[in-house]
């Protein structure tokens, strides 16, 4: 699919440092992490489009990569709410400024 022959493939990775396995996991924990960030899928369906036949085995690598499991991690990337301003003190002033 790359155009490459799979020893010049291999050759390459070799080169740096790399095997296959090690690619396809680094490509799958990039791909993975911007799926829970990015996207409402369900941690299932995140694991069956990384490939995954089910998501046991998708959460024991999500561990074994990034240290937490795939729903700590959403938790964890959520963005903070933002008050109007956009900064976390803004919402006490406004209060205050309301309540004088």
């Known amino acids: 699919m790359a155009g ?8 390459c990775l070799r080169q740096e440092g790399l095997t296959y396995r090690d690619l396809l996991a680094l490509v799958r924990s990039v791909r993975a992490k911007a799926l829970l960030r990015e996207t409402e899928l369900s941690i299932t ?7 995954y036949s089910d998501h046991a085995n998708f959460t024991r690598a999500f561990n074994r990569w990034a240290g937490c499991s795939p729903a700590d991690f959403r938790r964890r990337a959520a963005p903070a709410p933002l ?3 956009g900064d ?3 919402g006490n002033r406004m ?6």
């Open 83 to 85: 008050n109007m301003r």
């Open 4 to 11: 490459v022959g799979v020893q010049k493939l291999q050759r």
């Open 45 to 51: 369906e995140v694991a069956f489009v990384l490939g």
């Open 95 to 100: 209060s205050s400024a309301l309540e004088a």
């Open 88 to 90: 976390a003190g803004a």
